[in-house]
Every structure is written in C-alpha cells, then in structure tokens.
C-alpha cells in the first residue's frame, strides 16, 4: 500500500511569489491534513479536507488556502509568501468513519515539502 | 479545547537505559491520544494510541504509554533505548469530530 506522498520535495521561492503544495493521500482516505513545521514553533495546524470540504482550519492568515480534489488528493497554496513561511509542510490523511468521524483514527504523514523563502 | 503539554524539549539517556517521555492533556471530556515520531527529515509515524480499554497500550519499536486519567497524562516509556531511537516525538489529543492537537515534542537523544 503506498503511503501518503507530497509534491515537491523542496521548493524553494522568493518574497511575494506564490507557492502550491501538493498530497496524495493513502487509498481509501478521505480527510487530508496540513501542518506547518517551522524551527522552533512545533507543528502548527493549517487545514482539515474531508470529501471535498474544509472542515477545520488554524490560525493562519487567508494566504494560506487549499483544496481537495474528488480523487481526495489536495493542494496547499500559499500566496505572497514572506520569509517567516520558511518551513517544512506536512500532510496526513486518515480515515473517516460514519458515526466517529476521525478523531480516534491515526493519521498518516507524507514526508513533507521543505519550502525555503529567499 | 483539549491542549498538550509535553513538559521535556529535550532528554538525553544512555543506550540500553530506560526513558520516560513525558505528556499531559487538559480536557474535561473522554479523549482519544497518540504518540508519534519523527526521524530526520521524515514525516511523523505512528508509534501508538489510546482510544480506550486497557490504560496499558503497547506500541511499535518496543514503546508503551499508561493512560491515567486521574493524573491527565499519556507518558512514554521504553525499558531499554537504541541509538535508533534517536528522534522527536510527539503527544497528540483528539476527541469527538476535534482535530487533533500535539504537544511541542520532546528531542529524545541518545548517548553511546
């Protein structure tokens, strides 16, 4: 079973321009996750996809956005990007059930998008 | 909201000595929680969960953690660590249709 994969592996952009981000999720999955990793700050919380609709998001500003795709794959992008978006981008997918939803379902992690601002 | 305190940023330990990782939850409700772990420019893995049952949960690599709800907390523990070991790793808490929450990670560093 292939596991989640992202797109690229490192991206690297100057102030201002625009990044997109991309995840394929584990067959089967359907809620997709992105975090943002920066050095020192942990995992920062940024979107939660399920069929297609956002169902959850962090406190980020609205240049950060995404989609889900209906294959369930998604896409992060990330507009007039400034020097503190520096960091590694992760997405997870999980399953989710009828009636429990996904909070008691683990989720699995790509190995991320490393994307560098100059 | 449910929040994570992981207390430890970082703890070194000798090989094959035990460790214990620590982790806290505040939430007044039932609560799902996870470890998971981080090598070197990967993604986070799945080391355990506790969604209910037995407090006791076993892991993969050789790790446990003990729910106690009384105390709020999901420490981590292995008896014995391998250099392999060497990672972050992270707490996590979630219940109802919640997102998941981390902690901040603890660095675990492992001496020869």
Redesign the interface.
């Known amino acids: 079973e292939a596991g989640v994969t992202q797109s690229p592996t490192h991206l690297i952009k100057t102030r201002g321009q625009q990044a997109t981000l991309r995840c394929s999720p584990i067959s089967g999955h359907t809620s997709v996750y992105w975090y943002q990793q920066a050095l020192g700050l942990g995992l920062q919380f940024l979107l939660w996809y399920d069929e297609g609709e956002e169902r959850n998001r962090g406190n980020f500003p609205p240049r950060f956005s995404g989609r889900q795709f209906p294959n369930y794959s998604s896409e992060l992008n990330v507009n007039a990007l400034e020097l503190e978006d520096s960091a590694l981008y992760l997405c997870a997918s999980s399953l989710f059930l009828t009636g429990t939803g996904a909070s008691n379902q683990p989720q699995h992690f790509g190995d991320g998008t490393r994307l560098s601002i100059l | 909201a449910q929040s994570v305190t992981q207390l430890d940023s970082q703890v070194p330990v000798f090989e094959e000595a035990p460790v214990e990782l620590r982790c806290n939850y505040s939430s007044s409700v039932s609560v799902?929680l996870?470890w998971?772990v981080q090598y070197p420019?990967?993604?986070?893995?799945?080391l355990l969960?506790y969604?209910s049952g037995s407090t006791l949960v076993k892991g993969i690599n050789g790790f446990e953690a003990e729910f106690n709800k009384s105390q709020t907390s999901f420490h981590l523990r292995k008896p014995s660590v391998h250099i392999s070991d060497t990672a972050e790793y992270?707490c996590a808490v979630?219940?109802?249709?919640?997102?998941?929450?981390?902690?901040?990670?603890t660095r675990l560093t492992i001496i020869p």
Do not use: P
Request: charged fraction near 15%; glycine fraction near 12%; hydrophobic fraction near 35%.
């Open positions: 799902y996870f998971y420019n990967q993604g986070l893995q799945l969960k969604l992270f979630s219940w109802r249709n919640e997102k998941l929450t981390f902690g901040t990670g």
